[in-house]
């Protein structure tokens, strides 16, 4: 988590500097469909717009490696981040959440950018005890709440 708020952070703050209005409808029409997505109660495509939409502010931010490097160190952050979506509200949050984010680049505002980017990410870890306490199975028992470990091949 700590490499993909570092990158994506700064991914937020150059997509508010270099934004333009083609990039800004980009962002507005990933998110329309996640929200569709969250609406339909389809989680798996709802988590592709989700990809998709931290993708296009790379881009956007002119740096599309910055979410190569994230895709890669995240995996297992997304098994667990694939726990959460079904929780009560947590899809309209994240939807809140991109909103916050998307409005800042649209305003052209580096830092409320990359604040939102930040209060999106921190986000993730809080729900930790919550999906350890529902799925115990899933984690090894020296997990500590700060750094979420499924067990290999769970959750997938």
């Given amino acids: ?4 708020q570092a990158l994506e952070q700064v991914a ?3 997509a508010a ?5 083609a990039g800004i409808v980009r962002l507005r029409r990933i998110l329309a469909r996640q ?11 709802f988590h592709e717009a989700d990809e998709a939409l931290h993708q296009a502010i790379a881009e956007i931010a002119r740096h599309p490696n910055i979410w190569r490097v994230v895709k890669r160190e995240k995996a297992q952050i997304d098994r667990f981040r694939l726990l959460t979506l079904p929780l009560p509200a947590r899809a309209e949050r994240v939807i809140a959440e991109h909103e916050a984010i998307v409005e800042a ?12 980017m930040q209060a999106h990410l921190d986000s993730v ?3 930790f005890e919550e999906i350890r306490r529902a799925h115990p199975d899933l984690f090894e028992p ?3 709440p700060d750094a979420p470990r499924l067990r290999r ?3 997938s």
């Fill in 1 to 4: 988590m700590a490499i993909r």
């Fill in 12 to 14: 937020a703050r150059y």
């Fill in 17 to 21: 500097l270099r934004a333009d209005g």
């Fill in 35 to 45: 929200k569709e997505h969250a609406a339909a109660a389809a989680l798996d495509e």
């Fill in 105 to 116: 680049i649209a305003e052209r505002d580096p830092h409320a950018s990359e604040a939102a």
């Fill in 125 to 127: 870890l809080p729900v």
């Fill in 142 to 144: 020296e997990t500590q």
């Fill in 153 to 155: 091949g769970d959750a």
